[in-house]
């Protein structure tokens, strides 16, 4: 046992559930990527086409929340995320342009916890899903047993 009393192959679970939380957060709000208000709000932003990549953005954050959710392709899940992130970063919480002080602080938090996101994104796309996940679990060795006859 450890000085800390957490055993080394506990540790795992850590992995699984920092990778699951991270997740939530793209699943949950991928569902207002298909509302009229977040197309409009995009398009008060100055996103082209946005009744178009509004939704597009919101399977993007879907397909790489579950992804990192199951621990499936996870990597790639990963540079989904942060495919989305970076444009939605940039043009949805532009806090530079912004007028009102009230304004101004709100989205330079919402641009600064985005920074954040892109960090934990980016920490998967490296390190990858962990021991408890579907990749992890698909890289196993086949075993074929024989069968007595």
């Excluded at 939380?21 to 793209?26: A, N, P, T």
């Excluded at 043009?91 to 007028?99: G, I, R």
Aim: proline share 3%.
């Amino acid at each position: 046992m450890q000085k800390s009393g957490i055993r080394a192959d506990d540790t795992r679970y850590l992995a699984l559930a920092g990778r699951q939380l991270f997740s939530v957060i793209f699943i949950i709000a991928s569902a207002g990527h298909f509302t009229a208000g977040t197309v409009a709000s995009a398009m008060q932003h100055g996103v082209p086409m946005a009744s178009m990549l509004v939704p597009v953005s919101g399977l993007i954050a879907l397909a790489g929340g579950l992804s990192l959710l199951f621990g499936y392709r996870a990597k790639l899940g990963a540079w989904l995320l942060v495919l989305f992130l970076v444009p939605v970063t940039l043009t949805m919480h532009n806090f530079w342009a912004e007028t009102n002080p009230m304004m101004f602080q709100i989205q330079l938090t919402m641009f600064v916890r985005n920074l954040m996101l892109i960090g934990g994104a980016l920490l998967i796309a490296y390190i990858g899903a962990g021991e408890l996940s579907l990749d992890a679990y698909m890289e196993r060795p086949v075993v074929e047993l024989e069968c007595a006859a």
